[in-house]
T-cell receptor
Framework: EPEVTQTPSHQVTQMGQEVILRCVPI?????FYWYRQILGQKVEFLVS????????KSEIFDDQFSVERPDGSNFTLKIRSTKLEDSAMYFC???????????FGPGTRLTVL | KNEVEQSPQNLTAQEGEFITINCSYS?????LHWLQQHPGGGIVSLFM???GKKKHGRLIATINIQEKHSSLHITASHPRDSAVYIC?????????FGTGTRLQVFP
């Protein structure tokens, strides 16, 4: 069964460093999403991406964040200068159309020290 | 404001019990999702529904669009059902999540 994959599974970084989280969508999916979940809190929407551009973004998704699909397969989330409060689980989700269910990757746990 | 509320926040049950988790949302939606999050953190989609009722094995999801309310039922609950169950609504091309219901089923 096709699945969404994410790498790395766990990333530890120093405050101020840049991190790139990677997602490989299911092959025929064209709509991509990043969500995050701070430990003990609910899942929050960050950004949606379609046709090589951002469709919608939340207040959390400020200038420190960016997304791209650099090679037609990977979908990446970059955090330019990490802060302690960026520590969270980051989930990628993809779908073939927004009216269908989204398929979630296993998540990347980001720890900022 | 687009909000999703779930109840209860925590639920414990004995194996075999019938479980109900409730979800209310404030804004009209195109679809409502029920998701399961395992202790390891992974999220699995259980149901997506925009009207009526859906059943998959021991799980049943219902939605009342007029009342902006949905329920997830688990029949004959089992310890392996222990997880966090999350309701989310699909609004304007993104999911808005509830806080989740932590279910523990004891043998």
């Amino acid at each position: 069964e096709p699945e969404v994959t994410q790498t790395p599974s766990h990333q530890v970084t120093q405050m101020g460093q840049e991190v790139i989280l990677r997602c490989v969508p299911i092959s025929n999916h064209l709509y991509f999403y990043w969500y995050r979940q701070i430990l003990g809190q609910k899942v929050e929407f960050l950004v949606s991406f379609y046709n090589n551009e951002i469709s919608e973004k939340s207040e959390i998704f400020d200038d420190q964040f960016s997304v791209e699909r650099p090679d037609g397969s990977n979908f990446t989330l970059k955090i330019r200068s990490t802060k302690l409060e960026d520590s969270a689980m980051y989930f990628c989700a993809t779908t073939n159309t927004p009216s269908n269910e989204q398929f979630f990757g296993p998540g990347t746990r980001l720890t900022v020290l | 404001k687009n909000e999703v509320e779930q109840s209860p926040q925590n639920l414990t049950a004995q194996e075999g019990e019938f479980i109900t988790i409730n979800c209310s949302y404030s804004v009209g939606i195109s679809a409502l999702h029920w998701l399961q999050q395992h202790p390891g953190g992974g999220i699995v989609s259980l149901f997506m529904l925009s009207s009526g009722k859906k059943k998959h094995g021991r799980l049943i999801a219902t939605i009342n669009i007029q009342e902006k309310h949905s329920s997830l039922h688990i029949t004959a609950s089992h310890p392996r059902d222990s997880a966090v169950y999350i309701c989310s609504n699909n609004s304007a091309d993104k999911l808005i999540f509830g806080t989740g219901t932590r279910l523990q089923v004891f043998p």
